[in-house]
């Protein structure tokens, strides 16, 4: 089955997880920034996407063809790139930086997710736990 990893922008994880076992990589804008601290191999990246209100041009020159402009203001950046994942037909996806910092946003991230339930396998990962959906065949 083929699996997305994806990174958003809550509390970015102390170490990253191998990238290995992936065949998409991906990050919401605001994840990109810290990517970019912790050194990771931005060239893996298979897509970024959001607004890219807070960008420099630096930026989008280098990783031009990773962008992709979601302007869509009545989602979040974490539904539109769910959104681009499925369009992809990726099955199975690991999201870092959906908890941390505000926990109204960690909420909101697992209403998203369950809005994908029937289409995708999400697991949540942090410095702290694992999360996920029991399936329904449980």
């Known amino acids: 089955m083929s699996r997305a990893l994806l990174f958003i922008n809550g509390e970015p ?3 990253l997880p191998s990238l290995a076992d992936y065949q ?24 970024i996407s959001g607004d890219f209100d807070s960008h420099t041009g ?13 302007p869509d203001q009545n ?4 539904h539109k790139a ?20 505000e926990q109204d946003h960690f909420l909101g991230n697992i209403h998203t997710a369950y809005l994908f ?14 999360y996920f959906f029991i399936p329904n065949d449980f």
């Open 24 to 47: 998409l990589i991906a990050c919401t804008d605001g994840a990109f920034h810290y990517l970019k601290e912790k050194n990771f191999p931005l060239e893996k990246l298979t897509f």
């Open 75 to 78: 989602k979040t950046d974490f």
């Open 82 to 101: 769910l959104e681009i994942i499925v369009e992809k037909g990726i099955k199975k996806v690991d999201v870092y930086g959906a908890s941390g910092r």
């Open 13 to 15: 994880p102390k170490t």
């Open 117 to 130: 339930t029937e289409e995708l396998e999400i697991s949540f990962f942090d410095d702290y736990s694992t």
């Open 58 to 70: 630096a930026d989008e020159t280098i990783y031009q063809g990773k962008f992709v402009h979601t």
